[in-house]
């Protein structure tokens, strides 16, 4: 077992090092450690040094404390995210700390420490660093270090692997007071190269980067080696009870089930999911002790703050798998966590405590499935899966060498709801308007789909990009990802015609973002040909596509919004020429007008569910637009009697407004459909044609 362990690897590069500064140093440290989950989750722990600089104000050298400032990853954090403070007067508060009821206190004097105007704003751990008196100091949360910490008899467990090389410390929340304790910890232990917290996590120092750094690594791997031997040959969380589903069953089931949490815990404020069957979260979702377990709650405050002190079981046997039952018992056990989680506030509230926040879970487990995280965004979906998972390691290494000890309820509570954290959730920046919104836009990767799911990203929704042509997708993909990140993006290659492939596409969408909030229907072809030359396959081709495929998406979308019980938002884009006839083009005038038909009729049937149904028409957008790019643009200059090239020039003349549209043009409108500011229109048409008469809607 020993043997196949997998340690953390020294990733230091002397050569890259040898050319930096110290506080590079500390960010090439820092960003090291943060690279590897195993050893600190996202946002979780944090790093400092202690640096000579020229003080500003009087030109003499002074020490100045470099540290991660507060909500920053040290995974990802570059030099401005270190907040930097004068040594000698964070020194000084110690003579204005009153005991631990000036905790808060304290927290508002570090910005009067501040070195050379740094806005970046000092964490509550700023103390545990500047009062360790060595250069270099890594605060880490390591699962397997805290799977030590969260044992019931963790400072023996501590003493046993480590001997005199690293302490303990008893379980206190992060503050003035902690390093108060550590300093006094390293004055008492001079030896001692770290200390274990309770429940919490690890500290280790040194007077060199990359010393401290080694150090961590080393402490880490130590502790890595002896779990692994001492849980050789034993069942995890006392074995399995359950067998995992296939892969596809596995998702099946987490998109039949997301939409309908989705919907009884997102009608205040929306949620997005995300769905993780990895092997650990199997292995503990399938296990006897799950639920004595789960329902102890996590150890590490920087756990519960992200998933809640506990998650939510749901009542599912996958030897059995009936996800009907499932789905009608999900009222109840939300209501029975609701009720539990409000004891909970109830029991631990203090006179200024603030307002109970949200009481529904954010991570469900499923036997044989696996676990659904829900948040106000997708990437804080994901994190808060990724906390669980470091949860469950710990869960695993501490039941199988000891006794597995949660937080008390009280000391989680007034972390979670400290005033401090109310304080940083206060200033958070408003949500933007289509925050916590999915949308799938057929025909995405052309010049209308990418315009449009710019434009509904920029306005914070994650988005499905679906199109037929995978090339451009792909690029689609890319550029999305890279502009607004991989979690508010995904793709799916989907001709609209395929019925399999439709509902398939919406099954994805479903699990990879929790449901879904508005369709944007796009696909689209153009064709032109007199009637007599129009042959039966080019009439079919348009109307399998402009009518058929319309019809599928909005058909599954419905059945999607009308199990999430949120609304929905239906946008089809159709054309001028649903409205207005033009010669040399029946086939595609008649299915675009059955296509504005089946949007009317589509916002009679959905209304009583909140399903909004619109269509906008656009007229020649010619850019960046890829039907526009083949035979069509040619038929079109010879259906007018002109050249190629002049035809965006005439269609600018034509127009009432003498204007070009373009693909910016149609997305702001979409967007506005999309919308709460359209909140009470349906069955409507918004023309984006620069004014073209004949199209007029009465």
Not at 59 to 74: F, I, M, N, R
Not at 247 to 268: C, F, N, S, T, V
Not at 545 to 565: D, N
């Amino acid at each position: 077992m020993a043997a196949q362990v997998r340690l953390l690897e020294n990733r230091w590069d002397e050569a890259h090092a040898a050319g930096l500064d110290e506080p590079g140093k500390l960010l090439y440290r820092s960003n090291l450690l943060g690279a590897d989950k195993r050893i600190t989750n996202y946002g979780g722990g944090n790093t400092s040094a202690k640096v000579t600089e020229t003080d500003p104000l009087t030109g003499e050298p002074v020490q100045v404390l470099w540290v991660k400032g507060s909500g920053g990853d040290v995974g990802t954090i570059k030099l401005d995210g270190f907040a930097t403070l004068y040594q000698d007067k964070l020194d000084a508060l110690k003579g204005l700390y009153g005991g631990v009821e000036d905790e808060d206190r304290m927290v508002g004097f570090l910005p009067h420490c501040t070195f050379n105007l740094n806005p970046r704003a000092a964490s509550i751990d700023t103390p545990l660093h500047g009062f360790v008196p060595f250069t270099h100091v890594d605060h880490m949360h390591p699962d397997a270090i805290i799977a030590i910490a969260a044992s019931k008899n963790s400072r023996e467990l501590t003493q046993e692997i480590f001997g005199d090389e690293i302490g303990w410390l008893p379980w206190r929340r992060p503050g003035f007071q902690l390093g108060l304790d550590l300093e006094a910890f390293v004055k008492a232990n001079p030896q001692a190269k770290g200390v274990v917290l309770e429940s919490h996590g690890l500290f280790t120092w040194a007077d060199d980067a990359k010393a401290c750094y080694e150090l961590t690594l080393d402490v880490i791997n130590k502790a890595i080696r002896w779990l692994a031997e001492k849980i050789e040959g034993k069942a995890a969380f006392g074995g399995a009870v359950a067998q995992s589903l296939d892969p596809a069953q596995r998702r099946a089931i987490a998109a039949r089930i997301m939409p309908e949490i989705r919907g009884l815990i997102g009608k205040g404020e929306r949620k997005l999911g995300h769905f993780d069957d990895q092997a650990a979260v199997l292995e503990f979702v399938n296990a006897q002790d799950l639920r004595p377990l789960a329902a102890l709650g996590t150890s590490c405050p920087d756990h519960f703050l992200r998933t809640k002190i506990r998650p939510l079981v749901l009542d599912f046997n996958p030897a059995n798998p009936d996800v009907d039952a499932v789905v009608a018992g999900l009222e109840k056990a939300l209501a029975d966590y609701r009720a539990d989680y409000t004891r909970y506030y109830e029991t631990c509230k203090h006179a200024n405590s603030p307002a109970m926040r949200d009481p529904n879970p954010v991570i469900f487990l499923v036997p044989g499935v696996g676990m659904l995280s829900f948040a106000r965004d997708r990437a804080t979906a994901r994190i808060a899966g990724e906390f669980y998972v470091n949860a469950i390691n710990v869960m695993r290494g501490a039941s199988s060498v000891s006794e597995y000890q949660g937080l008390p309820e009280q000391e989680a509570f007034d972390i979670e709801y400290w005033l401090l954290e109310e304080a940083k959730l206060q200033r958070m920046p408003k949500p933007k308007s289509l925050a916590g919104r999915v949308a799938l836009v057929t025909g995405g990767a052309g010049g209308i789909g990418r315009a449009t799911a710019e434009r509904l990203a920029g306005e914070g929704a994650c988005i499905v990009l679906a199109d037929i042509d995978a090339e451009a997708l792909k690029s689609a993909h890319a550029d999305f990802a890279k502009r607004f990140g991989g979690d508010v993006v995904r793709s799916v290659v989907l001709n609209v015609t395929d019925e399999a492939g439709v509902i398939a596409s919406f099954a994805d969408a479903v699990v990879e973002f929790g449901g879904l909030d508005i369709l944007v229907s796009n696909a689209g072809i153009a064709s032109s040909a007199p009637v007599e030359a129009t042959e039966l396959s080019m009439w079919n081709r348009n109307i399998d596509i402009l009518a058929t495929g319309y019809f599928l998406v909005s058909r599954e979308a419905f059945r999607l919004f009308r199990r999430q019980k949120l609304g929905g938002n239906v946008i089809f884009v159709a054309s001028k020429n649903g409205l207005a006839a033009s010669p040399g083009a029946s086939a595609y005038c008649t299915a675009k007008a059955a296509e504005i038909h089946l949007a009317r009729c589509l916002a009679l049937e959905g209304a009583d569910a909140g399903i909004r149904v619109n269509t906008v028409n656009p007229d020649a957008v010619l850019r960046g637009s890829k039907i526009w790019n083949g035979e069509w643009r040619e038929q079109r200059a010879a259906s007018s009697k002109i050249e190629v090239s002049d035809l965006e020039e005439h269609y600018r003349n034509r127009s009432l407004l003498k204007l070009n549209v373009f693909p910016e043009d149609i997305a702001e409108a979409i967007y506005f459909l999309a919308s709460d500011a359209s909140a009470k229109s349906t069955g409507n048409i918004i023309n984006v044609d620069a004014g073209n008469a004949q199209s007029f809607t009465r």
